[in-house]
């Protein structure tokens, strides 16, 4: 089997998920240096009707579902929340990868406001022209890039480009709808 269209397929079904236009095969986060803030755990509602409840059984990864509630679609996520300076990025990949899928990480911009969160792919048309122009290993997977470089590579491109406001798509407010205490 080969492994550059099992990558492509895995690519799609994230975007058809309607996920980000960035996409890396190899995480951001790295276990020693994942950060936990239990004020993300709880249940959260954004103005497009999605739930997301986020829970934390083995501290610092999240388990993330999302549910649409007009559609009923169901997506089971883990995330690891890293620091770049003054910010924080949710490294985002799906938790039921099968056997032949190679699970795509995906980085969600995360910041407080008021009450609630704010989210933002760092997916940008700019971001995407970044990750071109670095020189980064990649290949594109409807017509969006997915980067095969390894962790140190991609954190080391993220700690540049990505805490840039142009890296940032579209914000997203989540509003809680209940939280647990930790």
């Known amino acids: 089997m080969r492994i550059l269209p ?4 895995s690519a799609a079904a994230l975007f058809l998920a309607g996920c980000s236009d960035v996409l890396s095969t190899e ?3 790295m276990e020693d240096d994942t950060l936990f803030d239990a004020a993300l755990v709880g249940t959260w509602f954004d103005q497009d009707d999605t739930v997301i409840k ?3 059984a083995q501290p610092p990864v999240y388990e993330i579902l999302v549910i649409g509630t007009n559609e009923g679609d169901k997506h089971h996520l883990r995330g690891r929340l890293v620091q770049f300076g003054e910010q924080r990025i ?3 990949t799906d938790a039921d990868a099968g056997l032949y899928s190679i699970q795509g990480h995906v980085w969600i911009y995360l910041q407080k406001k008021g009450k609630g969160i704010q989210i933002q792919y760092l997916d940008s048309k700019w971001f995407q022209e970044k990750v071109r ?3 980064l ?3 594109l997977a409807d017509k969006h890039p997915v ?3 390894p962790t140190a590579k991609l954190r080391e ?3 540049k480009y990505g805490v840039q406001p142009e890296a940032r798509g579209g914000a997203l407010e989540l509003v809680p709808l209940g939280k647990k205490q930790p």
Not at 6 to 9: G, P
Request: hydrophobic share 60%.
């Open 147 to 149: 980067v095969t470089a």
């Open 137 to 139: 290993p990649f290949f």
């Open 90 to 92: 949710l490294d985002v």
């Open 6 to 9: 099992v990558l492509a397929l």
């Open 157 to 159: 491109f993220v700690g």
């Open 27 to 29: 995480p951001l986060a």
């Open 133 to 135: 122009q670095s020189g």
């Open 54 to 56: 986020v829970t934390s």
